[in-house]
């Protein structure tokens, strides 16, 4: 290592500053996987992986299961860390300590914030992230941004004045312009719950609401779309999609389906079978049947010619993970590549020189 980086690392006042190799802030990073495959390929691109320190936002309508897919990465990071903390910032009061226990979470380890406007929310979450320590273990949580007022909304209805408020964007603006260093330089995952609404053009798309203060700090961010999962008229459940559309891991504009039921709750392995007959790793000998293969060899594997109900248990899946390279399949499938920016046929770089090649 040259002296001259040594000295200006030495010089540096601030504690953080490293050598990029030897960087705490981007190598000292814990990816907590949850028990669902395709949550943690919509997280990272890998089935393995999973959530990591940063801001996930989870945007959708109504009675979208965003707040449940929150409680089920904040349920997977306190199992990974005893002696962890969630801190549950509430606007919309509609948890109730049900929904918690249902995803296992241990109601003693959760701090509830109830907050009344943006401002509030800025105060306090500004204060506990410059308290907290690196090695702290605390996942925050806020349900939900759709929902928060600003505190000039507040003193407007108090005045009975129905003037517009154009200050709630550039608040939540500022809000996530302070928070934001702190989630990678503390290590702590965010996670925000939003709401949608749709453009006013002939062919709407679904826009995240907030403005882009929320949107350019957020390192993922998924918009839920669903569907009823009917038998005749009866709904057992939902059928839910996550698209991608913010990501640093995976490629955006993926679509990543979750079955939940009412009887069962989230399908563990929903999501992967469609993926797997498009990359090869299930056929259909005919139809509604389905048999696990080893696509280099064309090998089938037990248990076979089973029914679409069996494609939805542990052993089917064991099969697959551990007989095939389906994981690696599916980090290529959805998983972000890095590829070289810079290549001989674009720069010719000598002896510290750049010498632009002539078109």
Do not use: C
């Given at each position: 290592m040259s002296s001259l980086?040594?000295?200006?690392?030495?010089?540096?006042?601030?504690?953080?500053?490293?050598?990029?190799s030897e960087s705490k802030i981007f190598h000292g990073k814990?990816?907590?996987?949850?028990?669902?495959?395709?949550?943690?390929?919509?997280?990272?691109?890998?089935?393995?992986?999973?959530?990591l320190p940063g801001h996930t936002m989870i945007a959708g309508p109504s009675k979208h299961f965003k707040t449940s897919f929150g409680l089920l990465m904040a349920a997977a990071y306190l199992d990974a860390n005893p002696d962890a903390v969630l801190m549950f910032y509430d606007t919309e009061f509609g948890s109730p300590q049900a929904y918690f226990?249902?995803?296992?979470?241990?109601?003693?380890r959760v701090l509830h914030v109830p907050i009344m406007n943006i401002e509030q929310l800025k105060f306090d979450l500004v204060h506990q992230l410059e308290e907290m320590k690196r090695e702290d273990n605390v996942i925050?949580?806020?349900?939900?941004?759709?929902?928060?007022?600003?505190?000039?909304?507040?003193?407007?209805?108090?005045?009975?004045?129905?003037?517009?408020?154009?200050?709630?964007?550039?608040?939540?603006?500022?809000?996530?312009?302070?928070?934001?260093?702190?989630?990678?330089?503390?290590?702590?995952?965010?996670i925000s719950i939003n709401h949608t609404?749709?453009?006013?053009?002939?062919?709407?798309?679904?826009?995240?609401?907030?403005?882009?203060?929320?949107?350019?700090?957020?390192?993922?961010?998924?918009?839920?779309?669903?569907?009823?999962?009917?038998?005749?008229?009866?709904?057992?459940?939902?059928?839910?999609?996550?698209?991608?559309?913010?990501s640093r891991f995976v490629r955006e504009k993926s679509k990543i389906p979750i079955s939940v039921s009412f009887e069962g709750g989230i399908e563990r392995y929903s999501g992967l079978l469609e993926v797997?007959?498009?990359?090869?790793?299930?056929?259909?000998?005919?139809?509604?049947?389905?048999?696990?293969?080893?696509?280099?060899?064309?090998?089938?594997?037990?248990?076979?010619?089973?029914r679409e109900k069996a494609t939805e248990g542990r052993d089917f899946w064991n099969t697959i993970f551990d007989k095939t390279d389906f994981k690696s399949a599916l980090k290529k499938r959805f998983e972000i590549g890095h590829i070289a920016m810079l290549t001989p046929e674009t720069i010719d770089v000598k002896k510290g020189k750049k010498t632009e090649i002539e078109v």
């Open positions: 980086i040594e000295r200006l690392k030495a010089s540096s006042k601030l504690k953080d500053t490293a050598v990029l814990e990816m907590v996987p949850t028990p669902v495959p395709t949550i943690n390929v919509a997280l990272s691109g890998d089935p393995d992986g999973g959530l226990e249902s995803f296992g979470i241990d109601i003693n925050i949580m806020l349900d939900s941004m759709g929902q928060i007022a600003s505190k000039k909304e507040i003193d407007d209805a108090l005045k009975e004045s129905d003037k517009a408020d154009m200050t709630r964007a550039k608040a939540l603006k500022s809000l996530f312009r302070m928070i934001t260093p702190y989630f990678t330089t503390k290590n702590v995952p965010f609404y749709l453009e006013q053009t002939m062919f709407p798309k679904a826009i995240v609401s907030g403005g882009t203060g929320p949107t350019y700090s957020a390192d993922n961010i998924w918009i839920v779309g669903r569907r009823q999962d009917k038998v005749g008229t009866e709904v057992q459940g939902y059928h839910f999609v996550i698209n991608i559309e913010k797997a007959v498009e990359l090869g790793y299930v056929t259909k000998p005919k139809q509604g049947w389905y048999m696990p293969v080893n696509p280099p060899t064309g090998e089938e594997l037990a248990p076979s010619n089973v």
